[in-house]
């Protein structure tokens, strides 16, 4: 099942904004006249029409936030005061908003430097996909997109795609949903909102194969083919890296173990400079030829060190098993 099938019908409703509430607990924010901690959690989902901006907002809507579709991006300040005022009713906050408002893009900037000047904490998460993967959404519920006019599908998305490009550059968390279904869709936001207390910063670490391209949503990139390939090593080949025999292979090849040890430090930098930035979500993309043992072996290992210094870590292995 492609993410989110009724994402082709829903990019062609109209511009009512459709409400759905739920209930839940607080969020820290400062705006005029508001107590900080009446200011609920705003999170603007957005990104490419059938990349399964619906399916996100329905598990948030599902995890009990107050979500509203196809608001208004000149509204969305309003939408904040309102639920800092509903004595903690409304306590967190989704708003979708897409290409489906037209000239949404300079109300939405216009909204955002509202709410920053309002000190009102806010994220933007990003559903992209690639152009096949839209193409065969978009044929497969036969609905043209909202922006070909009387041209091609493909020329409705270089057009929204054009548009969401400054979106896209500030969001807080991109999630590439070409080759996800709608369960794991479901189950990557679940890992990012569906916990009581926020973390500090949550890390995805997801091997793959350079043969089938690099992952779009990748923060950070890792080239494990400097390291000889199990592949060619009859008694290892047809297992992962989540072989115990595999496994060992990798990390005793000459410089494995120290590149697990230097480059996990500099991942400490790193996630010290995120936190110090906002940033909560980081996608760290380990590849290999085939994704299949060297970057499956060597994600596992990072996660590990990952979560053994207080980081939340859900590892993801794109690759193994298309073979």
């Known amino acids: 099942m492609n993410v989110n099938e009724n994402e082709g019908r829903e990019s062609q409703g109209g511009d009512g904004a459709q409400v759905s509430t739920g209930t839940s607990t607080g969020t820290t924010g400062e705006a005029a006249g508001i107590p900080d901690a009446a200011i609920p959690e705003l999170v603007i989902i957005s990104g490419m029409s059938g990349a399964g901006r619906s399916t996100a907002a329905k598990c948030l809507e599902d995890l009990g936030w ?5 608001l208004p991006p000149a509204l969305i300040p309003t939408m904040v005061e309102l639920g800092a005022r509903s004595q903690g009713n409304v306590a967190r906050i989704a708003v979708v908003v897409d290409v489906r408002g037209r000239r949404f893009f300079d109300n939405l900037r216009e909204s955002l430097a509202d709410l920053e000047a309002k000190h009102v904490t806010r994220r933007i998460v990003f559903l ?3 152009d096949e993967a839209l193409v065969r959404r978009f044929e497969s519920v036969r609905r043209p997109h909202p922006l070909q006019g009387d041209g091609r599908i493909v020329d409705g998305i270089d057009a929204e795609r054009e548009l969401l490009r400054e979106l896209r550059g500030d969001a807080d968390l991109v999630i590439d949903t070409s080759s996800l279904n709608v369960h794991e869709l479901r189950a990557k936001m679940d890992a ?3 916990g009581e207390e926020e973390p500090e910063l949550r890390a995805t670490v997801m091997s ?4 089938y391209g690099l ?5 950070l990139v890792v080239d494990m083919r400097f390291l000889p390939n199990p592949h ?3 008694e290892l080949r047809p297992f992962t890296g989540l072989n115990e025999e595999v496994s060992a292979y990798v990390f005793n090849q000459p410089g494995a173990k120290e590149f697990i040890d230097r480059y996990s430090e500099l991942l400490q930098l790193i996630a010290a400079g995120y936190r110090r930035e906002g940033k909560r979500y980081v996608t760290i993309a380990v590849g290999c030829t085939g994704g299949k043992h060297r970057s499956v072996a060597t994600s596992e290992k990072l996660a590990a060190r990952l979560a053994s210094q207080g980081v939340e870590t859900v590892v993801v292995h794109r690759d193994m098993g298309r073979e």
Request: no cysteine.
């Open 66 to 70: 107050f979500v509203v579709d196809n």
């Open 128 to 130: 992209e996909s690639s």
């Open 192 to 194: 990012q909102f569906a």
């Open 208 to 211: 793959f194969g350079f043969k």
């Open 215 to 219: 992952p779009v949503d990748a923060d």
């Open 232 to 234: 060619w090593v009859p």
